[in-house]
């Protein structure tokens, strides 16, 4: 079975260029669209990363922010300062 | 304050939990902690324990009063609009007296058991953990409690919520899964609620139904509800940090670990059966169906995450198989047993119409038009003969998930199932092999379960008539219970699109 990843966020303009950002850095993401959320799954693992979001939006942006829009997730975590990655460690 | 600024996040995080910690030197520390030994988890090293999340308390409270500003502001606009106006349908309020009344007191429950858990967890960085979690929860639940406030304001059914949460016979059935989680030891409650609940099965409470929130114009729901699913997805990773924990820490823990996993997982199976039944049944517009959830978020999100732990000989819950095959009824079985007992609930219900029948036969390919379907053309044949069917007798409950007997053997649904175990000379009953292994593993817990039919037939509950129980639980008779079509809900919300109607000419 493939081993799937997942981030759901909020459909809101917040989000909109986390969301761009995940797309672009993780090719092979599938992007599901529901009523009011958007849930995005790769195979493996999947990464946030601090800089492109920040391209997006022309501002600092902390990756804590995601707070602010997650909804849900599947995967173990990790953060730091630059980056929020999702993975299947073994 | 400057040279904290240059420290990297795990570095500020690790300062927040080991640098605040101490060893005690007035009292030994099995004092101080005197809950982490008898449930036999052994931990060694508390030092490997690794940090889900790293939210530092500056950054906890910026991020927390940022949602709060947001929720209220919207809460507020709904109200001030009349939001209410703008729902699909009057039918969708019933779902969410079943959420606002089930589920939010959880929430409150939920925060009385992570700060207990909070208090007694030996170990610094999942204390720290639980004690934020412990705050979340109860925003979670003044939250909803302002939301239902503003419901009550124009719907039946949500004027003492709290009072029939301790009482009503449905309601029991959330009540008693937590009563179970917080009575158990502080890695038990973890195991049950971090894990199993948040992570294994809490999307299916959340996503799906607040998604079906914003597809039905509900925009208090969807607000409360994807504010508390912010905070859920740093809830989900403590669950799971703690059981890949108790997991490396000592072999011995494996098989007590399994078995929580195996006991939780099958209690949340049986309490998201209520969630089933507003996913196929309540929402007006639907956004998938039970069935479809089941296989997202626990056969696909669940299955890896078990491949993932296979590594500790951590198997995948027991009965898991009977749960992902019981997804094809439980909704159907569950609503029928609401239809027949509207008269006792303080929601209403309805039968379905031509086109959700069709939409149900289309998501159940196997079940529906062969075991549910008739049923309810032959309900809706009486109804239409002035026989509407109520069941005036009190049902048997499972003595551990405390639902009426109404499901169905596995792989057999032409037959009800029935368990039963001997205890202290005494039969108990119950409606599945998962709820009878619970029972048989701590008999003298369950033994002492609060079951709401037994408690009216001891005279525990009001009086000897239906009525007399049904006041004593504060239900306003003839306005919360009864069907949909003919209550004051559903004439207050005809004569608000009627007057709509009138002013758009």
């Given amino acids: 079975m493939p081993r799937i990843v997942s981030i759901t966020l909020q459909n809101t303009d917040t989000a909109r260029p986390i969301i761009e950002a995940i797309t672009t850095d993780n090719p092979g993401a599938v992007v599901h669209d529901y009523p009011g959320i958007v849930k995005i799954d790769r195979e493996g693992s999947l990464i946030i990363r601090r800089a492109s979001v920040e391209e997006r939006i022309g501002r600092d942006w902390d990756p804590q922010e995601l707070h602010l829009s997650v909804v849900s997730m599947a995967g173990n975590v990790d953060e730091d300062d630059d980056y929020f990655s999702l993975a299947w460690s073994h | ?505």
Avoid at chain 2, 59 to 65: C, D, E, M, P, V
Avoid at chain 2, 153 to 182: E, I
Avoid at chain 2, 317 to 344: C, G, L
């Fill in chain 2, 1 to 505: 304050m400057n040279a904290i600024g240059k420290l990297g996040l795990k570095q500020r995080y690790a300062l927040l939990t080991r640098g605040l910690d101490w060893e005690p030197s007035y009292q030994p520390r099995d004092k101080v902690f005197p809950y982490a030994a008898f449930e036999g988890i052994k931990v060694h090293d508390w030092s490997k324990w690794e940090d889900p999340f790293r939210l530092t308390m500056d950054a906890y409270w910026k991020f927390q009063a940022e949602k709060e500003r947001k929720l209220y502001a919207v809460l507020d606009s709904f109200a001030q609009n009349n939001g209410q106006l703008g729902l699909t349908d009057a039918r969708y309020v019933n779902a969410i007296k079943l959420f606002l009344t089930g589920v939010s007191p959880l929430e409150y429950q939920a925060h009385r058991g992570f700060a207990h858990t909070g208090r007694h967890l030996p170990g610094i960085g999942p204390r720290i953990a639980a004690q934020m979690q412990s705050l979340d929860e109860l925003r979670h639940v003044q939250t909803q409690v302002h939301t239902i406030s503003h419901y009550n304001k124009f719907f039946d059914g949500f004027h003492d919520w709290q009072h029939m949460h301790d009482r009503v016979w449905y309601l029991s059935v959330p009540k008693s899964f937590f009563d179970d989680a917080r009575t158990g030891g502080p890695f038990e409650f973890m195991i049950a609620i971090g894990f199993s609940f948040e992570y294994v099965l809490t999307n299916l409470l959340f996503v799906p139904f607040m998604s079906g929130a914003a597809y039905n114009g509900d925009l208090a729901t969807v607000t409360f509800g994807f504010s508390a699913q912010s905070d859920e997805s740093r809830h989900m990773t403590l669950g799971i940090e703690v059981i890949k924990f108790l997991l490396e820490q000592d072999p011995d823990n494996l098989p007590i670990v399994q078995k929580w996993v195996d006991k939780w997982f099958w209690r949340g199976h049986r309490v998201l059966g209520l969630v089933a039944m507003m996913m196929d049944y309540m929402l007006p517009r639907k956004i998938m169906s039970w069935r479809e959830a089941w296989d997202i978020y626990f056969t696909e999100a669940g299955g890896s995450l078990f491949e993932d732990l296979a590594r500790y000989g951590l198997r995948p819950p027991r009965y898991a198989d009977v749960a992902t095959a019981e997804a094809e009824h439980i909704s159907h079985q569950n609503w029928a047993i609401f239809y027949q007992y509207t008269h006792a609930a303080a929601f209403h219900t309805w039968l379905p119409s031509d086109e959700e029948m069709d939409w149900l036969s289309e998501k159940y390919p196997n079940t529906f038009d062969k075991y549910y379907r008739p049923r309810l053309e032959m309900w809706r044949e009486m109804e239409k003969e002035g026989k509407r069917f109520y069941n005036n007798g009190l049902p048997q409950l499972c003595t551990t998930c405390q639902i009426p007997m109404g499901y169905t053997e596995p792989g057999d649904p032409g037959t009800i199932c029935f368990r039963t175990s001997e205890f202290r000379g005494e039969t108990y009953h119950f409606c599945s092999d998962g709820c009878k292994d619970i029972f048989d593993d701590e008999p003298e817990k369950f033994a002492q379960s609060w079951l709401p039919v037994h408690q009216i037939f001891q005279g525990n509950c009001g009086g000897a008539s239906v009525e007399d129980v049904l006041r004593w639980y504060r239900m306003n008779l003839g306005a919360d219970n009864m069907d949909q079509a003919g209550s004051p809900d559903q004439r207050q919300w005809d004569a608000w699109m009627e007057a709509r109607r009138r002013v758009a000419g």
